[in-house]
Nanobody, 124 residues
Framework: QVKLVESGGGLGQAGGSLRLSCAASGGLFSDYAVGWFRQAPGKEREFVAGIAWRGVSTAYADSVKGRFTISRDNAKNTVYLQMNSLKSEDTAVYHC?????????????????WGQGTQVTVSS
């Protein structure tokens, strides 16, 4: 099984940047697709970005396209979410999640392994 730990969250400025990291252990990370999800208070957990096991295919929510970039370094067992042009609407707890078989899924129920999350707060 895979253990995931997020880091890199904190306070960002509107228009600024943050980079989140998702470090994995306990499995062959290169065989897993990884997704980033976020949840704001009172809202459902929503898909943000995903990357397939080979790192070629990516997917993004419309709300972050052109601003966020997902990437992975399988040698380091780490997936990154580069967040640029931050908006106050990006404020949420961000979780990374992993699933076997390699395909990107945009549903929460499609992922077996979840990190505890990291808080991102964007001030205007």
């Amino acid at each position: 099984q895979v253990k995931l730990v997020e880091s890199g969250g904190g306070l960002g400025q509107a228009g600024g940047s943050l980079r989140l990291s998702c470090a994995a252990s306990g499995g062959l990370f290169s065989d897993y697709a990884v997704g980033w999800f976020r949840q704001a208070p009172g809202k459902e957990r929503e898909f943000v970005a995903g990357i397939a096991w080979r790192g070629v295919s990516t997917a993004y929510a419309d709300s972050v396209k052109g601003r966020f970039t997902i990437s992975r370094d399988n040698a380091k067992n780490t997936v990154y979410l580069q967040m640029n042009s931050l908006k106050s609407e990006d404020t949420a707890v961000y979780h990374c999640a992993a699933r076997p078989a390699g395909a990107i899924v945009e549903r929460v129920s499609g992922y077996e392994y979840w990190g505890q999350g990291t808080q991102v707060t964007v001030s205007s």
